[in-house]
C-alpha cells in the first residue's frame, strides 16, 4: 500500500490524508535592504518597459505606423525599431523565444531563480499590488489583526479602496497589453469612450482580469500550483548555483539571543514573516522559494540590531554551505565557528561546464540568428507558374506560358528592377502593364514595404522544337546591373505530336 | 415520516432515508451555486423560447430569423464595397486598366466573378473546352479581344434571343439545307485544310478553292482569315474552336456551329461586367482598341 505524503496535507480525523490544502493566507512584512532596494529598482524598470514602450515613437515614413515597438496584426506586420518582420519570418520571433528561454537557462544556473525572484510578471505586479495594500491596509500585523476582526467602516472603506485600486493598476496593465497590437494614441482614446473593437475590449479585459486575479488574489500560489518553471528548474541549479540559504551550521541551534550555547538564529522569525511565499527559509530548499531574497534583509536587519555579522541568511552556493558545515562540524556557537565557517568557503566558480554549455549555446543561437538577420533578403521574388491553362496555344501555332510574378519589397525604397528571362534562344517574355528600358527589358517598380504582382507571359513561336518541360529563370537586375533575384520556373509544352 | 431527519452514526451527516439490505444513504445535498445556476438555466431556457423562434412555426418575439441574419450581413458587405463598384462604374475600361488601384481591385473582382458565372464553360483560368467553349487566354477571338469588344460581348452574348444587340452570327447548314453535295462539303473541307497547310488532296482543294470562294469567302474572307464585324472564325490559324481535324471540319460544313452564350447584362451589375472584362482581357489576349 503506497501513502500519499504531500506538503501542508494534514490528516485529519479518523486519519484519512486530505489531497487538498487549505490556502494559507501570506502576510508579507515590508523589509528594508540591498536587496530589497535591488528588488525595486527591477520593479521600477520592468514596470516602466512595460507602461511606457508603446508610446516610444519611431518614424517610418508615410503609410506606416510610428509606434517603436508594433505587432500590427491587421497587416501582419511585427515592428520593431528599424526592424520589421514579415509573417513569413516569424522564425525570428521563435529565435528570440529560444534565445530567451536559453537564457534563462543560462542565468538560472549561475544565480539561481533570479527570474522568478526580480523579473518574472507575476512578481513584479504582485510586488506592486502588495506595495499598493500596504500603503492601504497597513502593514503585516495591521492586516492580520485587521482580517481578523469583524466587519467595520474602516475595514470596509479600506478593502474598498484597495480592490479599487488593483483594478485601476489591472485596467492600465490590460490596457498597455493591447496597446502592443494598436496604435497606442489613438487606443487610448478609442477604449475609454467606447470606440474600440470588439477584439480590443475583450483582450483588454481579460489582461485587466488576469492581472487582477494573479496578481491580487492569486499572488504566491501561482508560482507553487500553476507555474511549470519551479518544477523544473532544479534541472538547471547545481552545489555551484547561487541561491538563498540559511547558513544552519552558523544559525544552529536556535533559540532566545541571551540563552547560552546557542546559534546566531534568534528564531524571531523575521524571514518566515517577510517571504511572499509564506516559507521558512531555514527548512532548506524548497520548490515554493522564488529566490527574491527579501528573507535575507529581513535576517541582516536583526543581525545589525543584535550587532552580530550579517549574512546569516544570503546568496549561497550549496558547495560553500557544504563545506563551511564541514569545517564548523562538533564547534561551539560563537565567534570561532563563524570564522571557522567563512573561511572554509572557496570563490564562487562560475565557469564550469553548465555554465559554459549554456553560454556557448546560447552564443552559438545568438550567432545564428544574428547572421541568419544580417543575411536576410530586403526584397524576395516568387513566381507562380499557372496550373490552368498549363499552357496556351497561339494562333500562329506558338506556344505560351503564363506566370504571376510577386515581389515583396521589406524596405521603405522603391527599386525598379529590370526582368531578364534565362531562357534557351527564342523564348519571348512580356509582362502586362510593365514599361521596358533601353535594353528592352521590362522594368518592374517595388512598392515600398509591399507587395506587388505582375503578370508574365512566356512565349515560344511556332515551328521550334520543345521538350514537354524547358526550365527557364527569372532575374531581375538593378540600375547597376547587379543581379537581386533570381528565380526558376518551368514552361510546358504539349508532348509532341499531340494537338 | 419523521419530521427529524436521520443522522447516520459514524458520519453524523443526515440520511435521506432510503435503505437497502442495511446501508443507509448519505444525504448529500447539491452545492448552492450548482442549484441556483440550474434554476437560471431553466429560466434562460424559457426566456429564450419566448423571444426566439424555438418551436415550431413560432417566430418568437424578437422576430430573429436566420435567414434575415444573413441578410443583413450580406446587405452590409454590399454597402462596404459600394463606394468602389461605383468607382469602377464611373471609370472608363481603359481607366481601370491603367489606374492601378482599380486595375488590383478589378482583377480581385473579375478573378471571382469569372469563378461564378464564367468558369462552368471557359475553364477555371479561361482556357476554354472542346466542344465550341473558346479559350480566353489565347491571342484568337471571334468577336474581338479589345477592352470594348469584349465588355460587349459579356454584356450582350451570343445569340441570346432577350438581347437585341447580342452577337448574331448565322453560318449556312450547306449540306442539311441542300446548298452543297456531299463531294462539294468534302472538297471546300480540303480546302479549308490547305488554308493552315495541312490538305492530303491536292485535286480536291483546288476543287474546293472555287466553291470556298463563291459560298464561305463573304464572310470568312478570301483567305479564310475570319471577320470580327461577323464573329466569322479565323480559318487559316492553328485555333479551332470545334476542332481542326478533317472530320470535325466536314460537320461544321455540313449542318453548322451555333455556340451561344448569356447576355450578362441582364444578370450582373455593370461594375461587375467591367470587372470582367478588364480580367478577361488580362488572362493573355487582350489587344489594343
Given at each position: 500500500m503506497g501513502r500519499v505524503a504531500l506538503p501542508r496535507a494534514k490528516p485529519e480525523g479518523s486519519g484519512n490524508v486530505s489531497l487538498y490544502a487549505a490556502h494559507q493566507k501570506v502576510y508579507p512584512k515590508a523589509v528594508r535592504g540591498p536587496v530589497r532596494r535591488f528588488k525595486w529598482a527591477m520593479l521600477a524598470a520592468c514596470l516602466a518597459l512595460y507602461y511606457l514602450l508603446p508610446w516610444l515613437r519611431w518614424d517610418r515614413g508615410?503609410?506606416?505606423?510610428?509606434?517603436?515597438?508594433?505587432?500590427?496584426v491587421a497587416n501582419a506586420r511585427i515592428f520593431l525599431f528599424s526592424i520589421e518582420i514579415w509573417p513569413q519570418e516569424i522564425y525570428f520571433l521563435t529565435g528570440a523565444l529560444v534565445l530567451a528561454a536559453i537564457g534563462l537557462f543560462a542565468v538560472t544556473s549561475l544565480f539561481g531563480r533570479v527570474w522568478c525572484g526580480f523579473a518574472c510578471p507575476q512578481t513584479v505586479w504582485t510586488d506592486l499590488f502588495l506595495l499598493v495594500e500596504r500603503w492601504i491596509e497597513g502593514d503585516r500585523n495591521t492586516r492580520i489583526k485587521r482580517d481578523a476582526a469583524p466587519i467595520s467602516r474602516d475595514k470596509a472603506l479600506r478593502k474598498a479602496l484597495k480592490h479599487a485600486a488593483w483594478i485601476v493598476i489591472a485596467a492600465a496593465t490590460g490596457g498597455a497589453f493591447v496597446f502592443y497590437f494598436q496604435d497606442a494614441r489613438q487606443g487610448v482614446v478609442a477604449i475609454p469612450t467606447g470606440s474600440a473593437s470588439l477584439e480590443t475590449y475583450v483582450f483588454f479585459a481579460l489582461f485587466t482580469g488576469t492581472t487582477y486575479l494573479l496578481a491580487g488574489w492569486a499572488r504566491e500560489q501561482v508560482c507553487t500550483y500553476m507555474c511549470p518553471w519551479p518544477r523544473f528548474q532544479a534541472a538547471m541549479l547545481d552545489e555551484q548555483s547561487l541561491v538563498v540559504t540559511y547558513r544552519g551550521w552558523r544559525g544552529e541551534p536556535r533559540g532566545k539571543a541571551r540563552a547560552a550555547g546557542i546559534g546566531d538564529c534568534v528564531d524571531c522569525r523575521a524571514c518566515l514573516h517577510a517571504c511572499p511565499t509564506g516559507i521558512d527559509i531555514r527548512d532548506g530548499q524548497q520548490m515554493e522559494c522564488i529566490g527574491c531574497g527579501l528573507c535575507i534583509d529581513a535576517c541582516d536587519e536583526v543581525m545589525h540590531k543584535l550587532q552580530r555579522p550579517p549574512g546569516l541568511v544570503a546568496f549561497e552556493t550549496l558547495a560553500n554551505l557544504a563545506a563551511s558545515d564541514a569545517a564548523t562540524m562538533g564547534m561551539p556557537p560563537g565567534p570561532v565557528r563563524q570564522l571557522c565557517g567563512m573561511k572554509a568557503r572557496a570563490p564562487v566558480r562560475f565557469a564550469r561546464p553548465r555554465s559554459v554549455m549554456y553560454a556557448g549555446v546560447l552564443g552559438l543561437v545568438a550567432a545564428v540568428m544574428l547572421g541568419a538577420f544580417l543575411m536576410r533578403e530586403t526584397a524576395t521574388l516568387s513566381v507562380l507558374r499557372d496550373r490552368a491553362p498549363l499552357y496556351v496555344r497561339l494562333s500562329d501555332g506558338g506556344i505560351r506560358n503564363g506566370y504571376t510574378l510577386k515581389l515583396a519589397n521589406r524596405r521603405l525604397a522603391e527599386p525598379a528592377l529590370a526582368l531578364e528571362l534565362v531562357a534557351p534562344p527564342g523564348f519571348q517574355l512580356l509582362v502586362q502593364e510593365a514599361p521596358l528600358d533601353e535594353a528592352g527589358h521590362p522594368r518592374l517598380r517595388l512598392a515600398p514595404d509591399g507587395t506587388t504582382e505582375w503578370r508574365a507571359l512566356v512565349s515560344l513561336p511556332p515551328g521550334r522544337p520543345v521538350a514537354a518541360s524547358t526550365p527557364l529563370r527569372f532575374r531581375l537586375r538593378d540600375a547597376a546591373g547587379r543581379v537581386q533575384l533570381d528565380e526558376s520556373s518551368v514552361f510546358l509544352a504539349p508532348e509532341r505530336g499531340s494537338p | 415520516m419523521a419530521s427529524t431527519p436521520e443522522k447516520d452514526a459514524v458520519s453524523g451527516r443526515e440520511t435521506t432515508g432510503h435503505e437497502w439490505d442495511g446501508i443507509r444513504e448519505l444525504n448529500t445535498p447539491l452545492p448552492r451555486w450548482w442549484l441556483y445556476s440550474f434554476y437560471a438555466c431553466i429560466a434562460f431556457a424559457a426566456l429564450w423560447v419566448v423571444l426566439y423562434p424555438a418551436l415550431p412555426f413560432s417566430t418568437g418575439l424578437t422576430g430573429w430569423t436566420a435567414r434575415g441574419s444573413i441578410g443583413e450581413e450580406l446587405a452590409r458587405h454590399a454597402a462596404e464595397q459600394e463606394p468602389r463598384l461605383a468607382a469602377i462604374r464611373e471609370a472608363t475600361l481603359e481607366e481601370i486598366r491603367s489606374e492601378p488601384a482599380l486595375r488590383a481591385y478589378a482583377m480581385a473582382g473579375g478573378r471571382v466573378a469569372f469563378g461564378n458565372n464564367c468558369a462552368a464553360c471557359h475553364g477555371a483560368g479561361g482556357q476554354g473546352a472542346p466542344?465550341?467553349?473558346?479559350?480566353?487566354?489565347?491571342?484568337?477571338w471571334l468577336w474581338g479581344g479589345s477592352l470594348s469588344a469584349i465588355e460587349a460581348t459579356i454584356r450582350h452574348g451570343i445569340r441570346t434571343p432577350e438581347d437585341d444587340q447580342a452577337r448574331t452570327s448565322m453560318m449556312p447548314r450547306f449540306l442539311a439545307d441542300g446548298m452543297l453535295k456531299a463531294s462539294q462539303v468534302n472538297d471546300v473541307a480540303e480546302h479549308v485544310l490547305d488554308l493552315s497547310g495541312r490538305a492530303t488532296d491536292r485535286a480536291a482543294a483546288a476543287r474546293g478553292a472555287a466553291l470556298f470562294a463563291e459560298n464561305?469567302?463573304?464572310?470568312?474572307g478570301d483567305r479564310g482569315t475570319g471577320n470580327r464585324e461577323m464573329g466569322a472564325?479565323?480559318?487559316?490559324?492553328?485555333?479551332?474552336?470545334?476542332?481542326?481535324d478533317k472530320r470535325a471540319i466536314v460537320q461544321s460544313i455540313a449542318y453548322a456551329r451555333v455556340g451561344v452564350m448569356p447576355a450578362w447584362g441582364q444578370r450582373l451589375d455593370t461594375a461587375v461586367i467591367k470587372m470582367l472584362a478588364v480580367y478577361v482581357h488580362a488572362l493573355g489576349g487582350g489587344e489594343a482598341e
Amino acid at each position: 500500500m503506497g501513502r500519499v505524503a504531500l506538503p501542508r496535507a494534514k490528516p485529519e480525523g479518523s486519519g484519512n490524508v486530505s489531497l487538498y490544502a487549505a490556502h494559507q493566507k501570506v502576510y508579507p512584512k515590508a523589509v528594508r535592504g540591498p536587496v530589497r532596494r535591488f528588488k525595486w529598482a527591477m520593479l521600477a524598470a520592468c514596470l516602466a518597459l512595460y507602461y511606457l514602450l508603446p508610446w516610444l515613437r519611431w518614424d517610418r515614413g508615410p503609410g506606416l505606423p510610428n509606434q517603436a515597438v508594433l505587432v500590427d496584426v491587421a497587416n501582419a506586420r511585427i515592428f520593431l525599431f528599424s526592424i520589421e518582420i514579415w509573417p513569413q519570418e516569424i522564425y525570428f520571433l521563435t529565435g528570440a523565444l529560444v534565445l530567451a528561454a536559453i537564457g534563462l537557462f543560462a542565468v538560472t544556473s549561475l544565480f539561481g531563480r533570479v527570474w522568478c525572484g526580480f523579473a518574472c510578471p507575476q512578481t513584479v505586479w504582485t510586488d506592486l499590488f502588495l506595495l499598493v495594500e500596504r500603503w492601504i491596509e497597513g502593514d503585516r500585523n495591521t492586516r492580520i489583526k485587521r482580517d481578523a476582526a469583524p466587519i467595520s467602516r474602516d475595514k470596509a472603506l479600506r478593502k474598498a479602496l484597495k480592490h479599487a485600486a488593483w483594478i485601476v493598476i489591472a485596467a492600465a496593465t490590460g490596457g498597455a497589453f493591447v496597446f502592443y497590437f494598436q496604435d497606442a494614441r489613438q487606443g487610448v482614446v478609442a477604449i475609454p469612450t467606447g470606440s474600440a473593437s470588439l477584439e480590443t475590449y475583450v483582450f483588454f479585459a481579460l489582461f485587466t482580469g488576469t492581472t487582477y486575479l494573479l496578481a491580487g488574489w492569486a499572488r504566491e500560489q501561482v508560482c507553487t500550483y500553476m507555474c511549470p518553471w519551479p518544477r523544473f528548474q532544479a534541472a538547471m541549479l547545481d552545489e555551484q548555483s547561487l541561491v538563498v540559504t540559511y547558513r544552519g551550521w552558523r544559525g544552529e541551534p536556535r533559540g532566545k539571543a541571551r540563552a547560552a550555547g546557542i546559534g546566531d538564529c534568534v528564531d524571531c522569525r523575521a524571514c518566515l514573516h517577510a517571504c511572499p511565499t509564506g516559507i521558512d527559509i531555514r527548512d532548506g530548499q524548497q520548490m515554493e522559494c522564488i529566490g527574491c531574497g527579501l528573507c535575507i534583509d529581513a535576517c541582516d536587519e536583526v543581525m545589525h540590531k543584535l550587532q552580530r555579522p550579517p549574512g546569516l541568511v544570503a546568496f549561497e552556493t550549496l558547495a560553500n554551505l557544504a563545506a563551511s558545515d564541514a569545517a564548523t562540524m562538533g564547534m561551539p556557537p560563537g565567534p570561532v565557528r563563524q570564522l571557522c565557517g567563512m573561511k572554509a568557503r572557496a570563490p564562487v566558480r562560475f565557469a564550469r561546464p553548465r555554465s559554459v554549455m549554456y553560454a556557448g549555446v546560447l552564443g552559438l543561437v545568438a550567432a545564428v540568428m544574428l547572421g541568419a538577420f544580417l543575411m536576410r533578403e530586403t526584397a524576395t521574388l516568387s513566381v507562380l507558374r499557372d496550373r490552368a491553362p498549363l499552357y496556351v496555344r497561339l494562333s500562329d501555332g506558338g506556344i505560351r506560358n503564363g506566370y504571376t510574378l510577386k515581389l515583396a519589397n521589406r524596405r521603405l525604397a522603391e527599386p525598379a528592377l529590370a526582368l531578364e528571362l534565362v531562357a534557351p534562344p527564342g523564348f519571348q517574355l512580356l509582362v502586362q502593364e510593365a514599361p521596358l528600358d533601353e535594353a528592352g527589358h521590362p522594368r518592374l517598380r517595388l512598392a515600398p514595404d509591399g507587395t506587388t504582382e505582375w503578370r508574365a507571359l512566356v512565349s515560344l513561336p511556332p515551328g521550334r522544337p520543345v521538350a514537354a518541360s524547358t526550365p527557364l529563370r527569372f532575374r531581375l537586375r538593378d540600375a547597376a546591373g547587379r543581379v537581386q533575384l533570381d528565380e526558376s520556373s518551368v514552361f510546358l509544352a504539349p508532348e509532341r505530336g499531340s494537338p | 415520516m419523521a419530521s427529524t431527519p436521520e443522522k447516520d452514526a459514524v458520519s453524523g451527516r443526515e440520511t435521506t432515508g432510503h435503505e437497502w439490505d442495511g446501508i443507509r444513504e448519505l444525504n448529500t445535498p447539491l452545492p448552492r451555486w450548482w442549484l441556483y445556476s440550474f434554476y437560471a438555466c431553466i429560466a434562460f431556457a424559457a426566456l429564450w423560447v419566448v423571444l426566439y423562434p424555438a418551436l415550431p412555426f413560432s417566430t418568437g418575439l424578437t422576430g430573429w430569423t436566420a435567414r434575415g441574419s444573413i441578410g443583413e450581413e450580406l446587405a452590409r458587405h454590399a454597402a462596404e464595397q459600394e463606394p468602389r463598384l461605383a468607382a469602377i462604374r464611373e471609370a472608363t475600361l481603359e481607366e481601370i486598366r491603367s489606374e492601378p488601384a482599380l486595375r488590383a481591385y478589378a482583377m480581385a473582382g473579375g478573378r471571382v466573378a469569372f469563378g461564378n458565372n464564367c468558369a462552368a464553360c471557359h475553364g477555371a483560368g479561361g482556357q476554354g473546352a472542346p466542344g465550341g467553349f473558346p479559350s480566353l487566354a489565347d491571342d484568337d477571338w471571334l468577336w474581338g479581344g479589345s477592352l470594348s469588344a469584349i465588355e460587349a460581348t459579356i454584356r450582350h452574348g451570343i445569340r441570346t434571343p432577350e438581347d437585341d444587340q447580342a452577337r448574331t452570327s448565322m453560318m449556312p447548314r450547306f449540306l442539311a439545307d441542300g446548298m452543297l453535295k456531299a463531294s462539294q462539303v468534302n472538297d471546300v473541307a480540303e480546302h479549308v485544310l490547305d488554308l493552315s497547310g495541312r490538305a492530303t488532296d491536292r485535286a480536291a482543294a483546288a476543287r474546293g478553292a472555287a466553291l470556298f470562294a463563291e459560298n464561305c469567302a463573304a464572310c470568312h474572307g478570301d483567305r479564310g482569315t475570319g471577320n470580327r464585324e461577323m464573329g466569322a472564325p479565323n480559318l487559316a490559324d492553328q485555333v479551332w474552336l470545334y476542332g481542326g481535324d478533317k472530320r470535325a471540319i466536314v460537320q461544321s460544313i455540313a449542318y453548322a456551329r451555333v455556340g451561344v452564350m448569356p447576355a450578362w447584362g441582364q444578370r450582373l451589375d455593370t461594375a461587375v461586367i467591367k470587372m470582367l472584362a478588364v480580367y478577361v482581357h488580362a488572362l493573355g489576349g487582350g489587344e489594343a482598341e
